[in-house]
């Protein structure tokens, strides 16, 4: 059987038609895979996960590229977003450890650390900012946008999205549970 026709057997769930272009692919596709991570254990693990949304979505192949540019279409893919998972994973830990040890600082000198300190230090800086500048500080959205270098607009947006989240997080709007209605 030629590619074409075992591509359209594993579309119909030939299993060894998967086998065989899995065996046929993979050397390929790990080899590819370990000069672009540069760690074999990622490498091998990004292969898999390839060949798993391979069989989820074989239906979706249409045949127009080789099928080795498919796989490592979505291997490519299944890298960006694991390194942006990671990237998000660093900032978040780094902005926990930040946190920490202001908190710490904060308390070894007799100042509180409030709640919504704690729920401010959990914002990206790009909601934190703008927020404190109007609320702490009193600027207005166009002051702030001039300080910041954005538009009066991104400033009411960040600012109202910011609020949310320390909203959230304080649970300042949550409504309460079993209320009574008065008759």
Same mark, same amino acid.
């Given at each position: 059987?030629?590619?074409?026709?075992l591509?359209?057997?594993?579309?119909?769930?030939?299993?060894?038609?998967?086998?065989v272009?899995?065996?046929?692919?993979?050397p390929?596709?790990?080899?590819?895979?370990?000069?672009?991570?540069?760690?074999?254990d990622?490498?091998?693990?990004?292969?898999?996960?390839?060949?798993?949304?391979?069989?989820?979505?074989?239906?979706?192949?249409?045949?127009k590229?080789?099928?080795?540019?498919?796989?490592?279409?979505?291997?490519?893919?299944l890298?960006i977003?694991?390194? $942006?998972?990671?990237?998000?994973?660093? @900032?978040?830990?780094? +902005?926990?450890?930040?946190? *920490?040890?202001?908190?710490w600082?904060m308390?070894?000198?007799n100042?509180?650390?409030?709640?919504a300190?704690?729920?401010?230090?959990?914002?990206t800086?790009?909601?934190?900012?703008?927020?404190?500048?109007?609320?702490?500080?009193?600027?207005?959205?166009?002051?702030?946008?001039?300080i910041?270098?954005?538009?009066?607009?991104?400033?009411?947006?960040?600012?109202?999205?910011?609020?949310?989240?320390? $909203?959230?997080?304080?649970k300042?709007d @949550?409504?309460?549970? +079993?209320?009574?209605?008065? *008759?």
């Open positions: 059987m030629d590619e074409k026709e591509i359209n057997s594993a579309k119909k769930g030939d299993h060894r038609s998967f086998a272009l899995f065996r046929n692919h993979y390929l596709l790990v080899k590819y895979l370990m000069k672009i991570t540069m760690n074999p990622i490498a091998e693990e990004i292969a898999q996960a390839t060949m798993a949304k391979c069989v989820e979505k074989i239906h979706l192949f249409n045949g590229s080789k099928f080795s540019s498919w796989l490592i279409s979505i291997a490519t893919n890298f977003d694991q390194q $942006r998972k990671k990237k998000r994973e660093r @900032e978040w830990n780094e +902005g926990e450890a930040a946190s *920490r040890k202001l908190q600082h308390e070894s000198n100042e509180e650390w409030t709640d300190l704690a729920a401010l230090s959990r914002l800086d790009e909601m934190r900012i703008p927020l404190i500048l109007k609320h702490y500080y009193g600027y207005s959205y166009d002051e702030i946008g001039e910041l270098n954005i538009a009066a607009g991104t400033v009411k947006s960040r600012v109202h999205h910011g609020l949310l989240a320390v $909203r959230r997080e304080l300042v @949550e409504k309460p549970k +079993g209320h009574l209605v008065k *008759r």
